[in-house]
């Protein structure tokens, strides 16, 4: 009986464990780099959440070849699962859209994966665009 009941609570412990969220990686500051233009990405990590996202980045608006610097996602945030991140968000003001996409994968106080941002206009398509950037950040 008693080997029955230690079996039966260790059979319950394993379940438990195996039901739980996978880690999301080390709570913290995160500071890295944009791939190729060398400007600074930060985010923060806090349970299975990722907030405070701000890339600097260089945007190339209406196909003019005039680039300028760019902040973008402070005020969003991406659920993390299993070690990755993934998702689409979009503000919208008057008549101009702002989509960010942020994807990447987090471990062991190490991310990496791409971010990018561009702006559309109702009825005038999209007038700006960073283009899929990659990046990598570690854990301050």
């Known amino acids: 009986m008693r080997s029955t009941m230690f079996s039966l609570a260790c059979l319950a412990a394993l379940s438990i ?3 739980a ?38 945007t190339d608006c ?18 993390i699962r299993n ?14 859209k702002e989509h960010v996409v942020f994807q990447g994968t987090i471990s062991g106080g190490k991310a990496k994966g791409f971010i990018r941002e561009w702006d559309s206009v ?8 960073t283009l899929k950037r990659t990046f990598t950040a570690t854990r301050r």
């Open 21 to 58: 969220p996978a880690a999301a990686g080390p709570a913290g500051s995160y500071k890295g780099k944009i791939d190729y233009q060398g400007y600074e990405i930060t985010f923060k990590v806090t349970g299975s959440t990722i907030s405070k996202v701000r890339a600097r980045m260089l």
């Open 83 to 96: 070690g990755k991140f993934s998702g689409t968000k979009v503000i919208t003001v008057d008549q101009t």
């Open 122 to 129: 109702e009825g005038g398509g999209v007038v700006c665009d």
């Open 62 to 79: 209406d196909g003019s070849g005039y680039l300028v610097q760019y902040q973008i996602a402070p005020g969003r945030s991406w659920k």
């Open 17 to 19: 464990a195996a039901a």
